[in-house]
């Protein structure tokens, strides 16, 4: 299937219904709205020459019309290459890496997008949502010149959609995902969180993460629920949002599901038509799923996933777990993808032991332009993710972080995880993160930071607090107390930035 074929399904079954609503500006499209403004679009970038296989730079905040360009680039044929817009200084490098003809952009990113386009021939047109721009189109004009299409070219296996990689162990990569594996993953999810055309999906998280395509965007849709998206997020404004668009499904990370427990909290409820909150972008700590149980009566589903899927490795389902120590765990596979914990021989780990997680069947068809990474990626036949997991005998998977993130303290291997979760067990804590520092004595030496859920935090009385939950010695751990975290655009705790500060200080 093809994924603007939702919305062309959606126009024929609920013109009238809402597809999509902007919540900053309080803006819908109905599905019928939708598709007509689609083909439109679609018809004014093949205008410009925009054809099959061409990539279309998207470089805006969320909103409207990055959706309706997403949408005309699939009907076109065309690749929707996405870059966020935390990366303007570094635009020149994407731009050079996948060479789009046409870059569409929202008013703001104006200086960037010139600067990085007058550096790469391919670039022929320039886009500006938000009206005229010297050197640039309108994109409101082209919407209103409603050009005719031309004939859907339909290939399911072309690459559609090219987003980036948070670039958490090296350089972001450009990862290529076609229709029919992300379109078949997308209807396994919708069919997993028993999603109905009676839901309505919430995203305040950046559009330019595959993590949006396909949890806020593509299952929705294929279900025919409405979409919201959001630019601007606040626990307060966003959870005025939820409650008046009568939001169902909370698609967030980590960090932003905190921020709604704390705020329906202090409001002693939850938006009112509220039945789960999905999580992706990091894992989620036992703690916060125990606290949506126990104080907001609500399932966190946790997914893990990565930008090469187009899917999820694992998702949790849709209810209430009453089992503590299954609370660790992310949740089944989906039947669209064949998981594996495999060791260093490439041989399956027996269960419940820890080796690699790896995965057959519906992934990227390349990195853009990086075959020697694609081959490493994807050697042997699986696709190795780099992370440390386990698979117990009931099926669930369990993550235990990513290997390059391990830490060797005295010759102990250390997962930061295990200790992220005793901290985060703690009154008080609301985030935690564990890296490792260059020690002469020691190796490594592992330092935690924790951002508070509200008021101080006694880091002494943490550390003895956690020695007890942990089979490390933890009398040469370092805990750090910090306001907030650094995130990577995909939602994430920037290990790497918290690494750069502690050198810096050292």
Not at 116 to 145: F, N, T, Y
Not at 322 to 331: C, F, Q, R, W, Y
Not at 435 to 449: E, K, M, N, S
Request: some cysteine; hydrophobic content about 40%.
């Amino acid at each position: 299937m093809l994924m603007h074929q939702l919305l062309l399904d959606g126009a024929v079954r609920w013109p009238d219904k809402v597809a999509f609503r902007w919540v900053d500006r309080g803006s819908t499209l109905t599905f019928a709205e939708a598709a007509m403004s689609v083909e439109s679009l679609a018809g004014a970038l093949h205008s410009l020459g925009a054809r099959k296989g061409d990539r279309i730079t998207i470089f805006a905040h969320n909103g409207m019309d990055y959706v309706l360009s997403l949408f005309a680039c699939w009907r076109l044929g065309a690749i929707a290459a996405l870059v966020n817009v935390r990366f303007a200084p570094e635009l020149d490098d994407y731009i050079a890496d996948h060479q789009p003809s046409i870059i569409i952009y929202t008013h703001d990113m104006a200086g960037a997008v010139r600067g990085a386009a007058a550096k790469v021939p391919s670039v022929r047109h320039l886009i500006c949502m938000d009206g005229p721009q010297p050197g640039a189109e309108s994109l409101p004009a082209l919407l209103e010149a409603d050009l005719p299409p031309p004939v859907d070219p339909a290939d399911e296996t072309a690459i559609a959609h090219l987003s980036y990689t948070s670039g958490t162990t090296g350089l972001p990569k450009g990862v290529c995902l076609s229709h029919e594996p992300t379109m078949r993953a997308a209807s396994c999810i919708a069919e997993r969180l028993r999603i109905s055309c009676d839901d309505v999906s919430f995203g305040p998280t950046a559009l330019s993460s595959s993590y949006q395509l396909i949890a806020n965007l593509l299952p929705p849709l294929r279900r025919g629920a409405s979409v919201n998206i959001m630019g601007k997020w606040s626990a307060a404004t966003g959870w005025d949002a939820l409650e008046k668009t009568a939001a169902t499904l909370f698609v967030a990370n980590p960090t932003l599901l905190g921020d709604l427990l704390l705020e329906s909290r202090a409001r002693a409820r939850t938006p009112s038509r509220l039945r789960l909150g999905l999580s992706g972008g990091g894992p989620v700590p036992r703690s916060l799923k125990q606290q949506w149980r126990d104080e907001l009566k609500l399932p966190l589903v946790e997914s893990y996933g990565q930008s090469e899927l187009g899917g999820f490795m694992a998702l949790g389902a849709p209810q209430l777990i009453l089992d503590d120590e299954k609370l660790s765990a992310v949740g089944r596979p989906l039947p669209d993808k064949e998981v594996r914990i495999l060791d260093q021989d490439g041989k399956e780990c027996a269960p419940g032991d820890v080796g690699e997680v790896c995965l057959r069947g519906g992934y990227m068809t390349s990195y853009w332009n990086r075959p020697d990474k694609t081959a490493e990626a994807l050697r042997g036949g699986w696709l190795h993710s780099g992370d440390a997991g386990s698979i117990d005998r009931d099926g669930f998977l369990t993550m235990r972080g990513r290997f390059a993130e391990l830490i060797q303290v005295a010759g102990t291997t250390w997962y930061p995880r295990d200790v992220e979760e005793a901290l985060c067990l703690q009154r008080g804590v609301k985030e935690a993160a564990v890296i490792g520092l260059p020690d002469a004595t020691l190796g490594q030496r592992p330092v935690a930071y924790v951002t508070p859920a509200d008021g101080d935090l006694d880091l002494v009385a943490l550390k003895s607090s956690i020695a007890r939950l942990v089979s490390y010695d933890v009398a040469p751990l370092i805990v750090v107390g910090l306001e907030s975290f650094p995130m990577t655009p995909t939602g994430k705790i920037a290990k790497a930035e918290l690494r750069e500060l502690a050198l810096a200080k050292h």
